[in-house]
Structures are given as structure tokens and as C-alpha cells.
């Protein structure tokens, strides 16, 4: 098939969709991804496309896959930014797809914030008469809830219109978490008949990763992926502080994002030695992350739209057979406990997360990593997403 992806996040950028759109290409199919330049989770352009190095880079073949890249403002770190850089990508791709001459069978619309991105994609379906699948991970309006805005504001009012019609207009929608069909069929009255549950996968370097313990006096718990305001690192920070005469436990901070400042900050007043910063780290290097883990953790903050979202950390985790904790209420703290490979406890509930990292010192890791890989293969194996995504795709 020859297949539009739209997806404001693409590689160098950390996303999952980059192994997504070469993975069909390896699969026989022609990919054309149309995206922004990358700026996440810092918020500024990475090195190499700043200025006029910009260029080089507007239209390049990586891997197999065409990727042209729009304007995009910088999101930075505030409101005002952020909100030029929502609607510059969106609007800068839905010009950019209005002046594409390839012809393509259908169009992948890779959700997540802003719902506004999908605009581009579902024109360019609704112009060319061709299908379009909406892949959701956030739920819009009600993400921006998360993020401090009023559900009976003026503006949360204008972004639920915008959802619903962006929602509506897609020929099928995906979903990343079963609880995302309840929200759609009640909030945004969409036929439940083209909505399918289909979960993340992850990498293969995940699922090659070596999980066997490496040092048994030290209990080395990680947390990889972005800082910011949802993911609650905080909570990981105010646990650490209870347990930090505890020399035997060690967590670790992979990741960088809008909070990271506030959790060193953290960490100085509470004059910690058991937490240490990585910051971002590229994919290739996580794999010495997770192999030093015995255990890898997962936080949200307590919000009932982000309960909901089964982050794709938790596949990542599960497929490269690590133990969880969790400190996350919902879709992830259900699934969790069904696969029997960690220890969950409420999202921002500093003081059981604390009791639980003593408690794994004396859990069976092994047995909750073996559970971990188990449920991966069985649930979310990268096998079984592309014979489902292949097969909407197809019909």
C-alpha cells in the first residue's frame, strides 16, 4: 500500500512511530510521513536543525521512509509557546499536504497532542476520497484538563467542538487503551463500530534486552521516559526522600521534559543521595538502563482522563521482562496487577510508593520479570500489532 502518515513527532525524536513507519516499509508497503522539526521534550530545535541546517532536512529519505517536515514553532517552556506550536504544526502540514502530488490508498494519523494535527490528514483523505485511521494515545478535550484547563472554560468549550469533529471524520479510530472506547462512544457519541482496541508494542531492542539480575546488594529501580507535568516524577522524588537512609536502594532518572528542574530542585532540598539524573538518552543507549533495573517505574498524576492511558513505557518494561512499580491509577495499575509483575499502588500516593520499593527488596523479582515478558508476548507482541494494523489498513 502507499500510505500518508501524519505525526507531528518523528525521529530524532523519541517517538514509537518512527519504528512504526520503517517497519512497513520493511513490510513491502511506500511511506510518507509528514511532521514537524524536532524540539521534544526540551523544547527547543535539536543541533543539526537550527537555522539554515533547517533545509537539509525539509525533505530527506530515512530508512525507507519520505519524510517531509513542516514549520514548526519550538514549544519551549510555557503556555504561550506551546500554544504556537499546536497550532503552527497543524496548520503548517494541513498546507503542506495540500500541495502533495503522490497518491496514496490511505491515510494513518498518528494522535497524539494536539487533536488539531489529525486536520492535515483528514483533508488530504476527505480531498482524495480515500480512507483515514486515526491512531489515538491522548483524549482530547479532556487532556487539556490535565493541564489546568477548565472543563466549563470558554476554551475547553471551543476544543471540544474542534475534537468532535475531528473524531467524527475519521473513516476508523484505534485505540491505544480499551478504557479510550467508553470516552468516545459517550463523550463524542462515535459509533462504536469503528472504533478498534489495538495497544502499543515497542522496539526490538527492548524485547532483546538481557533481564536477568546484575547486582544482588543493590536494588537499582529506573524510570525512563519524559518529565513532565502528567508524568508525576514528583511522587518518585518525595518517595525516595522517605526511604533515603536506606543506602541499598538507588533510583534512577532517565528522561527530560518541562519538570526536570523542579525534581533536582527537589532532590538538593531534600538533600538526597538515592536518586540520580540521566536526562535524555538516545534509544540505543537505554538498553544499559534497563539491564542494570531490578525493577522499572511507571507514575501518572492523578487526573481521571490520564487514568484512562496505559503509558507505552509499561510495554516497554513488560517486554524487556523488568518487574514494575507503579504509582498510577487505572488502565496500567489493572493491568499490572492481571499480569502479576510488579507492585501498584494510587497515582501520587508518595507514601506506599515508598513501601513499596522496600518491599521489592524482598519480592520475587524473578518470577514478576518472567510474568512481565509473558504478558508482553501474549498481549502486545509487535507481531500481532502489524497483522491488525495491516488488516484495517487493507480493508
Same mark, same amino acid.
Request: aromatic letters at 12%; charged letters at 25%; hydrophobic letters at 40%.
Given at each position: 500500500?502507499?500510505?500518508?502518515?501524519?505525526?507531528?513527532?518523528?525521529?530524532?525524536?523519541?517517538?514509537?512511530?518512527?519504528?512504526?513507519?520503517?517497519?512497513?516499509?520493511?513490510?513491502?508497503?511506500?511511506?510518507?510521513?509528514?511532521?514537524?522539526?524536532?524540539?521534544?521534550?526540551?523544547?527547543?530545535?535539536?543541533?543539526?536543525?537550527?537555522?539554515?541546517?533547517?533545509?537539509?532536512?525539509?525533505?530527506?529519505?530515512?530508512?525507507?521512509?519520505?519524510?517531509?517536515?513542516?514549520?514548526?514553532?519550538?514549544?519551549?517552556?510555557?503556555?504561550?509557546?506551546?500554544?504556537?506550536?499546536?497550532?503552527?504544526?497543524?496548520?503548517?502540514?494541513?498546507?503542506?499536504?495540500?500541495?502533495?502530488?503522490?497518491?496514496?490508498?490511505?491515510?494513518?494519523?498518528?494522535?497524539?497532542?494536539?487533536?488539531?494535527?489529525?486536520?492535515?490528514?483528514?483533508?488530504?483523505?476527505?480531498?482524495?476520497?480515500?480512507?483515514?485511521?486515526?491512531?489515538?494515545?491522548?483524549?482530547?478535550?479532556?487532556?487539556?484538563?490535565?493541564?489546568?484547563?477548565?472543563?466549563?472554560?470558554?476554551?475547553?468549550?471551543?476544543?471540544?467542538?474542534?475534537?468532535?469533529?475531528?473524531?467524527?471524520?475519521?473513516?476508523?479510530?484505534?485505540?491505544?487503551?480499551?478504557?479510550?472506547? !467508553?470516552?468516545?462512544?459517550?463523550?463524542?457519541?462515535?459509533?462504536?463500530?469503528?472504533?478498534?482496541?489495538?495497544?502499543?508494542?515497542? !522496539?526490538?531492542?527492548?524485547?532483546?534486552?538481557?533481564?536477568?539480575?546484575?547486582?544482588?546488594?543493590?536494588?537499582?529501580?529506573?524510570?525512563?521516559?519524559?518529565?513532565?507535568?502528567?508524568?508525576?516524577?514528583?511522587?518518585?522524588?518525595?518517595?525516595?526522600?522517605?526511604?533515603?537512609?536506606?543506602?541499598?536502594?538507588?533510583?534512577?532518572?532517565?528522561?527530560?521534559?518541562?519538570?526536570?528542574?523542579?525534581?533536582?530542585?527537589?532532590?538538593?532540598?531534600?538533600?538526597?543521595?538515592?536518586?540520580?539524573?540521566?536526562?535524555?538518552?538516545?534509544? !540505543?543507549?537505554?538498553?544499559?538502563?534497563?539491564?542494570?533495573?531490578?525493577?522499572?517505574?511507571?507514575?501518572?498524576?492523578?487526573?481521571?482522563?490520564?487514568?484512562?492511558?496505559?503509558?507505552?513505557?509499561?510495554?516497554?518494561?513488560?517486554?524487556?521482562?523488568?518487574?514494575?512499580?507503579?504509582?498510577?491509577?487505572?488502565?496500567?495499575?489493572?493491568?499490572?496487577?492481571?499480569?502479576?509483575?510488579?507492585?501498584?499502588?494510587?497515582? !501520587?500516593?508518595?507514601?506506599?510508593?515508598?513501601?513499596?520499593?522496600?518491599?521489592?527488596?524482598?519480592?520475587?523479582?524473578?518470577?514478576?520479570?518472567?510474568?512481565?515478558?509473558?504478558?508482553?508476548?501474549?498481549?502486545?507482541?509487535?507481531?500481532?500489532?502489524?497483522?491488525?494494523?495491516?488488516?484495517?489498513?487493507?480493508?
Amino acid at each position: 500500500m502507499r500510505i500518508l502518515i501524519v505525526s507531528q513527532h518523528y525521529f530524532p525524536e523519541n517517538f514509537r512511530i518512527t519504528d512504526m513507519a520503517e517497519e512497513l516499509v520493511k513490510r513491502g508497503n511506500q511511506v510518507t510521513v509528514l511532521c514537524g522539526y524536532p524540539n521534544y521534550p526540551e523544547g527547543y530545535l535539536y543541533d543539526g536543525y537550527k537555522g539554515k541546517e533547517r533545509k537539509a532536512h525539509k525533505h530527506e529519505i530515512i530508512n525507507g521512509v519520505n519524510v517531509i517536515r513542516c514549520y514548526e514553532h519550538p514549544r519551549k517552556q510555557n503556555a504561550f509557546d506551546l500554544f504556537l506550536n499546536y497550532y503552527s504544526i497543524s496548520l503548517s502540514m494541513k498546507h503542506t499536504a495540500k500541495k502533495l502530488k503522490d497518491k496514496f490508498d490511505c491515510v494513518f494519523i498518528n494522535q497524539l497532542s494536539p487533536v488539531m494535527q489529525a486536520w492535515a490528514g483528514l483533508w488530504f483523505a476527505h480531498k482524495h476520497k480515500i480512507p483515514s485511521i486515526l491512531y489515538c494515545y491522548d483524549l482530547w478535550p479532556d487532556s487539556l484538563i490535565a493541564g489546568g484547563i477548565k472543563s466549563n472554560s470558554l476554551i475547553f468549550k471551543y476544543f471540544q467542538k474542534v475534537s468532535n469533529k475531528i473524531y467524527k471524520n475519521a473513516t476508523k479510530i484505534l485505540v491505544t487503551s480499551k478504557n479510550f472506547i !467508553e470516552y468516545f462512544t459517550t463523550k463524542h457519541k462515535i459509533d462504536s463500530k469503528k472504533i478498534f482496541y489495538l495497544p502499543q508494542y515497542c !522496539e526490538d531492542i527492548f524485547v532483546n534486552i538481557n533481564s536477568s539480575l546484575k547486582n544482588a546488594n543493590t536494588f537499582n529501580y529506573v524510570f525512563a521516559g519524559n518529565v513532565g507535568n502528567v508524568q508525576s516524577v514528583e511522587t518518585i522524588i518525595k518517595a525516595a526522600n522517605i526511604i533515603k537512609n536506606d543506602s541499598s536502594i538507588k533510583i534512577h532518572i532517565v528522561g527530560d521534559g518541562s519538570r526536570l528542574v523542579k525534581c533536582k530542585q527537589m532532590c538538593k532540598e531534600f538533600s538526597l543521595n538515592n536518586v540520580i539524573f540521566y536526562g535524555k538518552r538516545p534509544l !540505543e543507549e537505554m538498553q544499559k538502563f534497563y539491564e542494570m533495573a531490578t525493577a522499572m517505574i511507571v507514575t501518572l498524576s492523578k487526573n481521571e482522563i490520564l487514568s484512562r492511558t496505559l503509558p507505552g513505557k509499561v510495554q516497554s518494561y513488560m517486554a524487556a521482562g523488568k518487574a514494575i512499580i507503579g504509582a498510577i491509577d487505572g488502565e496500567a495499575n489493572e493491568i499490572i496487577r492481571e499480569a502479576n509483575c510488579g507492585m501498584v499502588c494510587e497515582s !501520587e500516593n508518595y507514601e506506599d510508593l515508598a513501601k513499596i520499593f522496600i518491599d521489592m527488596k524482598n519480592a520475587d523479582v524473578e518470577n514478576m520479570s518472567l510474568n512481565s515478558k509473558k504478558f508482553y508476548k501474549e498481549k502486545f507482541n509487535k507481531k500481532i500489532f502489524f497483522e491488525k494494523l495491516l488488516k484495517y489498513m487493507e480493508e
